[in-house]
């Protein structure tokens, strides 16, 4: 089936009044779940009428690409736990460095992530454009959105000529989370201690994500890294309000690396347990190899240290799905099979190219090289050279129509970017990666993110036509 099929037969179901009730219902269900993103925190993490659909044919391509392009990330970032040659590019301080040493307890840089890229409406075609396998946020929102979509009349009206499923993430993060726990060494059931800043904008994902892992018979707490104490035996969460410290045996850790070390250090209780085999702490605070722009250009270099490290079948994955992707530094590399020199190749094809920082999110320093003008582009090179920054091919961004309802304009289609973002785990005993799910993001822009503003992020459906519609 094609997948524009079924997108005109959601939207012939709106009208101004569908339109005018549908948004009354997702503002009035996504407020009641406090899904608000932006700061401050006041957008609706999901503002038009419509899911993303997929076609099996686009979850097939995603799904294997995944895998394969998730299996070559995962062995790059093995390889890199002992091989300095791997890591010099990464600048790592010495603190980064002591973290990375530090052994988890499980044999993995990332027990799971997620990949950002862009794949076609046919499926024929599927480019992943950067690697988050540090701690990735959405999972949580994602089956909160789908539960506020599931109780739209406009979608079960459309449920009588499709059917549409849900894809699953929280169930793949419980599982991956257990799985891991388990190759720690660790027995029964384990109470978490999902961790990040009190400050964090996602909190009220974590409280989705906790509530959920309750019901399923797992003690969860939410826990800011300053709530937290280490006896030399047990990790302690302080949950204020609570009448007495809760032990912890499995650390989710959604605060980022770069964020923790820029106000603690080494002798943290959470380092301090993780280090004596105390805790389990997923994932490791040995991700930044693997979740970091410069692994797009380990993988993409047919002549740099990790192409000799990846099979046939992965080399083949990395050249059908993963743009060509350099560190800016001086010296040749290839491009097209042609010897080129790196920065003035970069400086003459602006238009073709994006620009990133290494170790950043939410979109932020990415300069695209065809809405920049020629001096600005310039200096961001130059700039670039003085800190690791990865340069990319600019690949095709699909776009789809969505609709969306204000009071100020009314029922509009209006087409946008559409990214796709699968989530990988790891298989703690094997080396394979498996594809669970896929987040959406959306924006009338080509940077497309919602932290920064001006996206949404939809839930994802597989969609094909009943038969006996």
Known sequence: MELHTAIDAYHSLLNEMVARETFAQLDTLIRERDMLVGKPRERLICSVLRPRFLVPAQLATLERATALVGRSIRKIGAAALTDAHLLVPYALTDTERALLAI?????????????????????????????????????????????VFDQLPIMAEFRKTYRAEALPHVQGLQHMLLETYRAWGGTGTPTIAIVDFATAVTWPEFEYIAARFRAAGIPT???????????????????????????????????????FLAQYDLTHPLVRAYADHAVCVVNPFRSKPVHTKIIMALLSDEDGPAASMLDAEERAAITQHVPWSRIVRGGVTRYAG??????????????????????????????????????????????????????????????????????????????????????????????????????????????LNVSAGGGAAPPTYVVVPRADA
């Open 103 to 147: 052994d988890p307890g499980y044999a993995e840089a990332s027990a799971f992530g997620r990949l950002d890229g862009f794949l076609s409406a046919d499926g024929s075609a599927c480019w992943f454009v950067e690697s988050n396998l540090e701690s990735p946020a959405g999972i949580g929102y994602d089956e909160a959105i789908i539960e």
């Open 221 to 259: 707490v939410i826990a800011d890294p300053a709530w937290l104490t280490y006896d030399g035996r047990r990790l302690y969460a302080n949950i204020p309000g609570a009448s007495a410290p809760t032990p912890i045996d499995l650390v989710y850790r959604r605060v980022l690396q770069h964020e």
């Open 338 to 447: 042609e010897r080129v020199p790196l920065l003035t190749f970069a400086q003459r094809n602006r238009e073709r190219l994006v620009l990133k920082p290494n170790d950043d999110y939410g979109g932020q320093g990415v300069l695209l090289g065809w809405e920049t003008d020629q001096a600005t582009w310039d200096r961001a090179l130059a700039a670039a050279q003085g800190a690791p920054f990865v340069v990319q091919e600019r690949v095709p961004v699909p776009q789809e129509d969505y609709p969306t309802w204000t009071p100020e304009t009314g029922l509009q289609i209006t087409p946008r970017y559409v990214d796709s973002d699968p989530c990988v785990y790891g298989d703690p005993y094997t080396p394979e990666v498996h594809a669970v799910g896929c987040l959406t993001r959306i924006a009338s822009t080509a940077l």
